[in-house]
């Protein structure tokens, strides 16, 4: 693209430190956001006064299982692109 191969700073940041960087900072969120209590607001009309707001918890599985789809994903998107043979073309 540029003509001429970049120097190896580049080429270890592009291959090592980018990806490591960016993995550590997936799994710090997915820690943060498993760790911590999710919570909805609903109106609550057993309230004396009622137009208020009350904080519910989701359920336990709703920490984990959206955090994780999109790594999944990614993954299966990858071994089928690099272990599965696509059969050539007639």
Not at 43 to 72: H, I, K, M, Q, R
Request: charged share 10%; glycine share 4%.
């Amino acid at each position: 693209m540029i003509g001429h191969k970049p120097n190896l700073f580049w080429q270890i940041s592009w291959k090592f430190t980018s990806p490591f960087i960016l993995l550590v900072i997936l799994f710090a969120y997915l820690i943060t956001q498993v760790t911590q209590e999710l919570t909805y607001s609903v109106w609550d009309p057993s309230s004396v006064d009622f137009p208020t707001l009350t904080e519910l918890p989701f359920p336990g599985w709703v920490n984990g299982v959206p955090s994780l789809l999109a790594p999944c994903v990614a993954l299966v998107k990858f071994l089928r692109n690099h272990f599965i043979t696509k059969e050539p073309s007639k």
